[in-house]
């Protein structure tokens, strides 16, 4: 099954039929840090579900700005991993992790039905 381009997936993702509107993302976004699920539901159910959160490795397929992550990370003190197809939104979320000191939270701009292909082993996966 042929799913397309990085920018149909996106476009597919936020429920838009333009492609062309992918490129503007970052400006008709950039005022938004959480763009998708909630952080604080989120979090409660990795919490509510997992144990030994400090051990716990966790993707976010799609992080965004990496609202949702941050705040595991922040809380859960676990290892976290996010990847997403706009870079400016990776960039974004890089730096948060940074400026909170959190160096076990690290994001990856790409397709990210390619690289999930190359990463071990997680204990929760999050496609929110």
Not at 35 to 42: K, L
Not at 50 to 65: A, I, P, Q, S, Y
Request: charged share 30%; glycine share 10%.
């Amino acid at each position: 099954m042929d799913d397309g381009t990085l920018a149909e997936s996106i476009a597919r993702a936020m429920d838009c039929d333009d492609t062309g509107l992918v490129a503007f993302l970052p400006y008709i976004l950039q005022d938004f840090f959480e763009i998708g699920s909630s952080a604080e539901s989120i979090l409660e159910i990795v919490r509510e579900n997992t144990t030994n959160h400090r051990e716990l490795k966790v993707l976010d397929l799609g992080c965004g700005k990496g609202a949702v992550l941050l705040k595991i990370a922040e809380t859960l003190g676990c290892r976290c991993r996010g990847i997403d197809g706009i870079p400016e939104f990776v960039t974004e979320a890089a730096r948060r992790a940074k400026e909170k000191g959190l160096k076990h939270c690290s994001f990856t701009a790409g397709d990210l039905r390619e690289e999930i292909k190359y990463l071990e082993k997680q204990d929760v996966a999050i496609l929110g």
